[in-house]
Structure formats: C-alpha cells, structure tokens
C-alpha cells in the first residue's frame, strides 16, 4: 500500500526558509509525478508545485512562484520543497502528493497523498 510522508515542518520566523521532505513508501512512486499543495484553516488546498517523473521540468503556483523550488530523488523515493522568504501568508497544512498527471495544479488529480505536516510562520 502506498504511504507518503512528509517531513520538516514545524515553526519559522518571517524571512526564513524551510525544507519539507516526502518520503514515498509501499508503491514505486518513481513512475508517479509528484506535487506539492498546502491548506490554510477556511480556504481550499492551494497549488504549490509539480514535477515530472525524471524531474525534468517543474510547474509552480503563482502565489509561490519565485519562492518555491521543488526536486526530486528518484533513488531515494523523496520529493523535496525548499521554500524561501516565508511569510505569515504561508502558514498552513503542508501535503505532498501523487498523480500520473504531469504538472496538474488540480488536486482530484493525484490519487495519492501524504496526512500533511504544519508549517507556521512567526511575524
């Protein structure tokens, strides 16, 4: 059964970075483009960013972009999001997920995700 985990959250300050990991287990996620989305309390799972299967080419939101760089490890079975300049604007669920959709923003396309981690930034 396949199981994605993220990693890394927790409390930042304005202005500071972080580094969320998704760890792909039980299915060989390699075949799987990957994404990332976040949720804030009252508003709906937001696009954060996509790569392809060989991370060859990434697609991000426009309220991220800029921000945001997402890769991946195919023999790790990770996908990484490196964020950057946080701002309270970013708190959030953070979740990674999976889609044989290349580059979807559309979160009914990935069928499989991760439970979330919390991400909160400090003013």
């Known amino acids: 059964q396949a199981q994605l985990t993220e990693t890394g959250g927790g409390l930042v300050q304005a202005g500071g970075s972080l580094t969320l990991v998704c760890l792909a287990s039980?299915?060989?996620?390699?075949?799987?483009?990957r994404g990332w989305f976040r949720q804030a309390p009252g508003k709906e799972r937001e696009f954060l960013a996509a790569i392809d299967l060989n991370g060859s080419h990434s697609y991000y939101g426009e309220s991220v972009k800029g921000r945001v760089t997402i890769s991946r490890d195919n023999a790790e079975n990770t996908v990484t999001l490196q964020m950057n300049n946080l701002v309270s604007d970013d708190t959030a669920v953070y979740y990674c997920?999976?889609?044989?959709?290349?580059?979807?923003?559309?979160?009914?396309?990935?069928?499989?995700w991760g439970q979330g981690i919390q991400v909160t930034v400090s003013s």
């Open positions: 039980g299915l060989d996620l390699v075949y799987y483009h």
């Open positions: 997920a999976a889609s044989t959709y290349v580059g979807s923003s559309i979160p009914q396309t990935y069928e499989y």
